[in-house]
């Protein structure tokens, strides 16, 4: 795991193993660890961040030859995309290797900054998990945590960003949008919305109701943190469709005990809770189900046939950004 913030620029795809080095923020020393990469990166720069998520300037204590960790050096390409990381790490390469595949060709390929603080991870972890009653570990019922730190590290991590060389910020995370609005306030370049690519992918696909002269339904799966944050709701709504949320029996009965097997290892018991989740929202009629949790994204197999009626917010998002770096790119 990188512990600071990543940029690379990749050129060629299917590449042997390589050594990358990184920063240990906790030690501060350098160290090299072989990774088999999807690509050869052309410029490779690691920026350390302390126990606040605050990027240092130097190498303090450190005599080794990493990379230089000034902004002067950062990528500097029109089409270059600001990435930050989330709740997951997992989540965010996933989000990180369909922008590589998906974006990559024989002359070109979108060239990305990328930041992934553990810290900003823990935090967003701890407030999602505070929206569910079965996770919060004794805490009172009615304790919920202060999202203001939060919010001043994901703008930190923003205007880092820009002043890095990005010229379009995505945040693939669910429970970072629930702040969308208090953190791209501000930002000199476009900045992605994941609800809002959502649902013009799902615009853009001409569904047709499931009964004639009925409105266009879309169920939506995620914790509490994400649907009480309602901008999946809104971005849906300003396209023309009909939100379908799980109801608060299904909540209580399904999706909540579904993440509780999850962090108990009882996968099987999860996915068996997913399945009931997702067949009560398609019974109510919704043409598609966005999976907006990352919980819940990867846990069916893939040959799982519910999985057709379901949406990953994540692959729009790539696909969004990618046409926006090939739009960039054209204009210049």
């Known amino acids: 795991m990188f512990d600071g913030c990543l940029m690379m620029s990749f050129h060629s795809l299917s590449y042997p193993s390589h050594k990358l080095g990184y920063v240990n923020t906790h030690r501060i020393m350098y160290k090299t660890r072989s990774y088999r990469v999807l690509a050869v990166p052309q410029s490779l720069y690691l920026l350390p961040t302390d126990e606040s998520g605050t990027f240092s300037e130097s190498n303090k204590g450190s005599g080794s030859t990493t990379a230089s960790t000034s902004c002067d050096s950062a990528i500097n390409l029109v089409n270059t995309v600001?990435?930050?990381?989330?709740?997951?790490?997992?989540?965010?390469?996933?989000?990180?290797?369909?922008?590589?595949?998906?974006?990559?060709?024989?002359e070109s390929s979108v060239p990305f900054v990328l930041c992934s603080d553990p810290m900003l991870s823990k935090d967003l972890l701890l407030h999602e998990r505070s929206s569910l009653p079965s996770l919060r570990r004794g805490r009172n019922d009615h304790t919920r945590l202060d999202?203001?730190?939060?919010?001043?590290?994901?703008?930190?991590?923003?205007?880092?960003?820009?002043?890095?060389?990005?010229?379009?910020?995505?945040?693939?995370?669910?429970?970072?949008?629930?702040?969308?609005?208090?953190?791209?306030?501000?930002?000199?370049?476009?900045?992605?919305?994941?609800?809002?690519?959502?649902?013009?992918?799902?615009?853009?696909?001409k569904l047709k109701p499931l009964e004639a002269?009925?409105?266009?339904?879309?169920?939506?799966?995620?914790?509490?943190?994400?649907?009480?944050?309602?901008?999946?709701?809104?971005?849906?709504?300003?396209?023309?469709?009909?939100?379908?949320?799980?109801?608060?029996?299904?909540?209580?009965?399904?999706?909540?005990?579904?993440?509780?097997?999850?962090?108990?290892?009882?996968?099987?018991?999860?996915?068996?809770?997913?399945?009931?989740?997702l067949q009560v929202l398609l019974v109510r009629g919704v043409n598609s189900v966005i999976l907006a949790s990352d919980d819940m994204r990867d846990l069916l197999p893939q040959n799982d046939p519910l999985l057709k009626k379901c949406v990953d917010p994540l692959d729009a998002l790539a696909w969004s950004t990618i046409k926006w770096a090939q739009s960039a790119e054209k204009s210049t």
């Open 82 to 106: 600001g990435i930050i990381g989330g709740v997951s790490v997992n989540s965010t390469l996933k989000f990180l290797r369909k922008l590589v595949q998906w974006g990559s060709n024989d």
């Open 147 to 205: 999202p203001t730190p939060i919010v001043e590290n994901l703008r930190s991590k923003r205007i880092f960003l820009e002043n890095s060389g990005a010229r379009c910020l995505v945040m693939p995370c669910h429970v970072s949008h629930s702040w969308y609005e208090e953190v791209s306030k501000g930002c000199s370049f476009p900045f992605l919305h994941m609800g809002e690519s959502v649902a013009k992918q799902l615009k853009e696909a």
């Open 213 to 277: 002269g009925s409105p266009l339904r879309i169920g939506v799966l995620a914790t509490s943190a994400t649907l009480n944050a309602g901008f999946y709701q809104e971005k849906l709504q300003n396209e023309g469709f009909e939100v379908v949320l799980p109801d608060k029996a299904t909540m209580e009965h399904t999706v909540i005990p579904a993440i509780d097997a999850i962090s108990r290892k009882d996968i099987e018991g999860a996915q068996t809770l997913l399945r009931i989740a």
